[in-house]
């Protein structure tokens, strides 16, 4: 892995021609992207009063993300992003129109869990396309894993702020202000990236291969599956957390909760970007897993809200090296004309696991209590933890 040199670096990195445009423009995106799928639980729940009902369109919500990503990165990469970015951002706009209208007039699940799909499946990977971006701009350059050292970090505040905003304005105003308000920040940021076409990866000219089959191979099937194993994790503490916070009478306090992982993550993020590692990137994905298993341990025995913020601040020490490792790794291991479908599954992997994830720990937390919750969350990050070691 190229050495990364902490500030310096990153400064470097920004000073790429048309870099720090990007990177901001994508900044509210990422932040709605945050808040849409622990939005839709505040949302289902506050008309059904159901944490399994909730699960399960959340859980609709991922999948479908999940599966069609990949098969838009494919039109991504054949069309550009220019030209494909705008459509999805409208279409995912009116599907979560949708739902919160389907939401309010308390509306069969069968019709809560199609909108969800329908929302899910729109949802645009801004992420897998600002990674293209810099992979596009820096691809040969040691700058490149510093690239994904802001990239991860990046997505480390929007989890930050993003929950936290979703928790205040779903408790103290409405759900329905807090979805509205997420997909407000992505039609923001989406439409600001993609106008800034002179940074955009040109789209793949006629007669060059674009299939998915080029990503059929052990490693990065491998990586990908690690990644199921971090959305389950997700899926589980989003559910688990916000339970948690509720059956202890301060509902409100769900997203900041929630959001302690992501500001340690961010920490984290800075002090692996700012050192020279010489362990093999493989090893260094092991290990870094490893860490997020037995940091989330405690989660098992927390008894109040203030050693719970403690137990949720371990498994943060983890979060943002994974993200580099993971994207260093994929941008080494596939060809360039694939690279946002690469990002995509990623991303896709992410979303089946917050998917499987949030619907078990919604079943599991009706049945028992949040604590079985994070013990779901405490078996993704040992399936994560197997996946990276078959990989290596």
């Known amino acids: 892995m190229p050495a990364l040199t902490g500030r310096l670096s990153y400064a470097q990195v920004l000073r790429t021609p048309g870099a720090w445009k990007f990177y901001l423009a994508a900044a509210p995106a990422r932040i709605g992207i945050a808040m849409t799928s622990l939005g839709i639980v505040w949302l289902v729940h506050g008309s059904t009063d159901s944490y399994a009902v909730a699960g399960t369109v959340t859980g609709g919500f991922a999948v479908a993300e999940a599966v069609a990503g990949p098969q838009v990165a494919r039109l991504i990469d054949r069309f550009g992003q220019t030209r494909m970015l705008p459509i999805m951002l409208l279409t995912h706009a009116l599907t979560v129109a949708l739902l919160i209208g389907l939401t309010t007039k308390q509306a069969p699940l069968w019709a809560l869990v199609t909108a969800g799909v329908l929302a899910g499946s729109s949802l645009p990977q801004v992420g897998a396309q600002t990674s293209a971006r810099w992979a596009h701009a820096l691809r040969g350059s040691p700058l490149l894993s510093s690239a994904f050292t802001l990239e991860a970090l990046s997505v480390g505040i929007a989890f930050l702020v993003g929950p936290a905003l979703i928790g205040l304005l779903s408790s103290l105003w409405s759900p329905v202000a807090g979805s509205a308000t997420a997909t407000g920040l992505l ?49 589980s503490m989003q559910v688990s957390v916000t339970a948690y916070a509720v059956e202890r009478g301060t509902p409100a306090l769900a997203g900041p909760l929630y959001s302690i992982t992501s500001l340690v993550s961010l920490f984290a993020g800075l002090v692996y970007g700012a050192r020279r590692w010489r362990m093999a990137v493989e090893n260094q994905f092991v290990l870094v897993l490893g860490v997020l298993a037995v940091t989330s341990i405690p989660l098992l025995v927390v008894n109040a809200p203030w050693t719970l913020g403690i137990a949720l601040a371990l498994p943060g020490l983890a979060i943002a090296p994974f993200q580099t490792l993971s994207a260093v790794m994929t941008e080494s291991s596939v060809q360039p004309t694939v690279l946002t479908q690469a990002f995509t599954w990623l991303n896709s992997g992410s979303a089946a696991g917050i998917a499987l994830g949030a619907a078990l720990a919604g079943r599991v937390v009706d049945a028992h209590s949040a604590h079985y919750g994070f013990a779901v969350a405490l078996a993704a990050t040992l399936l994560a933890t197997a996946m990276a070691a078959l990989r290596r």
């Open 187 to 235: 039609l923001l940021g989406g439409f600001a990236l993609a106008a800034q076409r002179r940074t955009a990866p040109p789209p793949v000219e006629r007669g060059e291969q674009v299939s998915s089959s080029h990503l059929l191979h052990k490693g990065f099937l491998a990586l990908v599956a690690a990644t199921v194993g971090i959305g389950l994790f997700f899926g």
